[in-house]
T-cell receptor
Framework: KAGVTQTPRYLIKTRGQQVTLSCSPI?????VSWYQQTPGQGLQFLFE???????NKGNFPGRFSGRQFSNSRSEMNVSTLELGDSALYLC??????????????FGPGTRLLVL | AQTVTQSQPEMSVQEAETVTLSCTYD???????LFWYKQPPSRQMILVIR??????QNATENRFSVNFQKAAKSFSLKISDSQLGDAAMYFC??????????????FGIGTKLQVIP
């Protein structure tokens, strides 16, 4: 099985712009979670999607949004970019996402730099 | 709210030696799971080991084992016979589900492990 893929791998944007990141989960996985990773904050949970529905959301402003398609692929959008949004954005998929013990499989991440 | 603390920003170990990475957490829940993830320089995060809170027996995966002290809310990772490929960032993570079925997940800030040949 192919692993979790994320596109693009690198992005450079300027303040005020918006950006869309894409994540394709492992085939058959229905749950996709998004994380923001920064050196000072570690990994912070953004949100989780399961069967096209957002099931949970972390403590991020409304500028961060996402969606999931019927094929389980997910996109994350950040509007009105700020310098502090520069980070590595990771997505992770799991088969059911309904149990805490579920193993999450991570993608390689998208490195976003906001200038 | 749950918190996960990794108090060692960086650690180093000689090849073939043993190293222990520490993790403490704070929660009022009784049912949860704890994880250690490894993130090598290539950035692909992978699961190292998992521990169910209701199990008293410490989890073991080959050279990796944990020391889970539920009362002390401590979850340390021991790497035996360290190898060069073990060099990576290691993240401790806490996960649980509330009654509404919503996932709660918290990661520590990470510990960078250097393996010295």
């Amino acid at each position: 099985k192919a692993g979790v893929t994320q596109t693009p791998r690198y992005l450079i944007k300027t303040r005020g712009q918006q950006v869309t990141l894409s994540c394709s989960p492992i085939s058959g996985h229905r749950s996709v979670s998004w994380y923001q990773q920064t050196p000072g904050q570690g990994l912070q949970f953004l949100f989780e999607y399961f069967s096209e529905t957002q099931r949970n959301k972390g403590n991020f402003p409304g500028r961060f949004s996402g969606r999931q398609f019927s094929n389980s692929r997910s996109e994350m959008n950040v509007s009105t970019l700020e310098l502090g949004d520069s980070a590595l954005y990771l997505c992770a998929s799991s088969s059911r996402g309904l149990a805490a013990e579920e193993t999450q499989y991570f993608g390689p991440g998208t490195r976003l730099l906001v200038l | 709210a749950q918190t996960v603390t990794q108090s060692q920003p960086e650690m180093s170990v000689q090849e073939a030696e043993t190293v222990t990475l520490s993790c403490t957490y704070d929660t009022s829940e009784s049912d949860y799971y704890l994880f250690w993830y490894k993130q090598p320089p290539s950035r692909q995060m992978i699961l190292v080991i998992r521990q169910e809170a209701y199990k008293q027996q410490n989890a073991t995966e080959n050279r990796f084992s944990v020391n889970f002290q539920k009362a002390a809310k401590s979850f340390s990772l021991k790497i035996s016979d360290s190898q060069l490929g073990d060099a990576a960032m290691y993240f401790c993570a806490y996960r649980s589900y509330n009654s509404g079925g919503y996932q709660k997940v918290t990661f520590g800030i990470g510990t960078k492990l250097q393996v010295i040949p």
